[in-house]
């Protein structure tokens, strides 16, 4: 333990094992290779902010300018996962009630029996324990945002009161005798398909119109790949943030094996993959030895022809030809070349080190300007 704290790499045990030692040292070795390595990027004040540079990304970014300007209810759906929070709190930002609360309520994380009293709030003596009034969370929420998520989550007579607010803009307390009035905006979220819900009868049909004026609709992970590499800079940025920790690099064969992996649970299962790598790291550079097995085990199938034994090549060895003859297709223009092979100009930039790729004579390896 001490030896990890003062900055050790690696702790092998007596008697030393010769394969651990080489793989240790290979390791070791291996990303002290700077063509090997990605350099971090900072964000503005370690914050997660959204990004995206996918189609599907910048139709949710335009939708969220568009809808931010009213106060017209909103339903964000999506993937468990896919950050849909952080939509919520993008239209409360850039909407007219900004400088007003924010109030998120889990739907799905409060016992039913106290999700009433959460919401709406209660007065003394409205049930046993209730020694005082309490203000709910539409109350709290005055001249701001309440988000719903989870919201398909909620019991059918939950429904019907939250129906009741969306209607008339009013809500009672517990143990009230008279109604009160909301100005708070109305955001709600789920990861089932309320649709079906209401079709098997489980969700009432409409509560769910009345949710879903405005629909924003976060692609998952996998549907966005193009994305992947804004996020890991962004959630690196926010992690070194709240851990203290200094991580300035990323071997590239992490980012080829985020790119082999399909992110089941999208956005978040990428953060706590970063943050469990960023946590057992002892220098700075994210390694590939520091990610979970599976991730490790499927790159390394791809990046070694030894491992397939078919004589047929690996996926690299694939890329790397497909790379060289879109390259070549398009005079190796890098614009165009990124667009057919859906990658970033930095990734392409890597790609085109990492496969040793040189252009015809007469063409600048790295030119100025367009291409």
């Not at 109604?179 to 969700?203: C, D, K, Q, Y």
Request: aromatic residues 4%.
């Amino acid at each position: 333990i001490e030896a990890m704290q003062q900055g050790a790499e690696d702790y092998i045990h007596k008697p030393v094992d010769i394969d651990e030692l080489d793989a240790a040292i290979e390791r070791i070795l291996g990303v002290d290779r700077a063509e090997n390595l990605v350099p971090t990027e900072e964000s503005a004040g370690g914050r997660l902010q959204m990004v995206g540079r996918s189609r599907a990304m910048k139709e949710v970014f335009k939708t969220i300018g568009l809808v931010a300007r009213s106060n017209t209810t909103v339903l964000i759906t999506g993937e468990s996962g896919t950050g849909k929070e952080l939509v919520a709190h993008a239209i409360h930002n850039a909407g007219q009630q900004a400088a007003g609360p924010f109030v998120a309520v889990n739907c799905a994380a409060v016992v039913e029996s106290l999700l009433e009293s959460d919401m709406f709030g209660h007065e003394r003596g409205a049930f046993t324990g209730a020694v005082g009034r309490q203000p709910g969370k539409f109350e709290l929420a005055a001249g701001g945002t309440i988000f719903l998520d989870e919201v398909g989550e909620m019991s059918p007579a939950m429904q019907a009161k939250l129906l009741r607010v969306l209607q008339s803009k009013e809500f009672t307390p517990l143990g009230a005798k008279n109604p009160r009035s909301t100005n708070a905006r109305i955001i709600a979220a789920t990861n089932v398909a309320l649709a079906e819900r209401v079709t098997a009868g489980a969700f009432r049909e409409d509560l769910y119109f009345r949710l879903r004026v405005i629909n924003v609709h976060l692609p998952p992970l996998r549907e966005r790949p193009e994305d992947l590499e804004d996020l890991v800079h962004a959630l690196l940025a926010r992690i070194n943030n709240e851990l203290r920790s200094g991580i300035t690099h990323i071997d590239q064969a992490v980012f080829d094996s985020f790119a082999d992996h399909a992110w089941p649970g999208n956005v978040r299962e990428l953060e706590n993959v970063l943050l469990k790598a960023a946590a057992l790291s002892a220098g700075n550079t994210l390694t590939l030895d520091l990610l979970p097995e599976e991730l490790r085990a499927k790159y390394l199938e791809r990046s070694d022809p030894a491992r397939c034994g078919t004589g047929l090549g690996s996926l690299s060895d694939m890329e790397r030809q497909h790379v060289a003859r879109v390259l070549s297709a398009t005079g190796w223009h890098r614009g165009e070349a990124c667009q057919i092979l859906g990658v970033s100009r930095p990734r392409l930039r890597r790609m085109i080190r990492e496969y040793d790729l040189t252009p015809p004579a007469g063409i600048d390896h790295e030119p100025n300007g367009g291409q």
